[in-house]
């Protein structure tokens, strides 16, 4: 598996939600090497939905992704894609520990006895060091605090080793010393050749840290590198004008069709 090379592949991609939602509306994209692309929408403009799509977990009404050129069905069960949701949905009274929750990152890889091996022991110990949670591995998980069981859940996605990860808001709820060591982390993802998406809330954050950028608002509005396509025009359109102070890192001077705007129109909040 490890001489793949990761590709994720979005067509015309529509997904409506039972009852009528837009969840999203004619999305594509490609992203054929290693990189770091930011995912940026207002609340409601639909980046949850295109990680669900991504996972197979909501099937679209119209049009197909594809995971280094394989289908979606394919990705889950080789184990090609990490994905660390938004919001967990966990019974955080249930008694597990820190260190249960992230060997089940390793599920996919073990034997069908699901016995873990020291190599799995060895990995889950890592991916918690790396996350700075290494002295919680015994801890109950309904026993911490918030931004703790956000890097738990990071900790999960990193021990499942996957080519392509995909990070709904990890900075959300986490302090400035985690966000940075998460970055770090990402950087360090990208240099072993994973793609990684992550959607984020911190506009200013984003030329720090992304080499790519998938603005959306429902459709998308545009995507391609940060330094040509994450413009104050671009940004008007994904926020629908709500912006009236540019983040950091955005130059005035850059506003002149950088990047592949991709039909501005057309979306709603
Ligand atoms: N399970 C669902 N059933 C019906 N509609 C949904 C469902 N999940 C999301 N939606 C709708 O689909 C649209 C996209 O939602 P989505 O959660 O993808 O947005 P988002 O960009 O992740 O927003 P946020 O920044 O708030 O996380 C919204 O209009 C939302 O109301
Ligand atoms: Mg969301």
Redesign the pocket.
Known sequence: MNSLSPTVSVEELTVS???G?I?LSDVSFEIRKPTICGLI?????????LFKAIMGFVTPTRGKVNICHQPVKWAQKQNVIAYVP?TEEVDWTFPVSVRDVVMMGRQGRMGFLRIPSKKDAEIVAESLDRVGMGAFADRQIGELSGGQRKRVFLARALAQQSLIMLLD?PFTGVDVKTEHAIIDILRELREEGRIIIVST?NLAGVPGFCDEIMMINVTLIASGSVSEAYTPDNLGKTFGGAINQLPVGVSAAASQDGGRASGGEGASG
């Open positions: 939600y039972r009852g939602n969840g929408g207002m609340n409601g403009a639909g980046k949850s939905t938004q808001e809330h």
